[in-house]
């Protein structure tokens, strides 16, 4: 709890932004955790629900035309292969920031 609780002191609100926009770190968990900070109930749910919303929006509409369209090799399976690799990208930035980070508590 004490790693939360200093990247929350060091970084704040920013912290929050990173662990909503990937799906890394579950919700649930996500959510406990927020909860024993010090963070603001206000900021807490506007930052989730304005970061949350156009993750929910883009799966939502990707798995729509999957279910529609079908998987085949139109323009329904390049706005997937965009919306797989912005989540891979996501992905990474979050990992390069948790091993930054960790480096910089280390020393």
């Known amino acids: 709890?004490?790693?939360?609780?200093?990247?929350?002191?060091?970084?704040?609100?920013?912290?929050?932004?990173?662990?909503?926009?990937?799906?890394?770190?579950?919700?649930?968990?996500?959510n406990y955790a927020y909860g024993l900070t010090d963070i603001s109930y206000i900021l807490y749910i506007t930052i989730s629900w304005l970061v949350t919303l156009p993750k929910i929006i883009l799966l939502t509409a990707t798995s729509g035309l999957i279910l529609e369209e079908g998987f085949s090799f139109g323009i329904y399976s390049k706005v997937i292969l965009m919306v797989l690799i912005i989540i891979i990208v996501l992905h990474l930035l979050t990992y390069k920031f948790i091993k930054s980070n960790k480096r910089r508590d280390d020393k």
């Open 1 to 30: 709890m004490d790693k939360i609780y200093g990247w929350f002191d060091i970084y704040g609100w920013k912290v929050l932004i990173l662990t909503r926009s990937t799906p890394l770190i579950p919700i649930n968990l996500q």
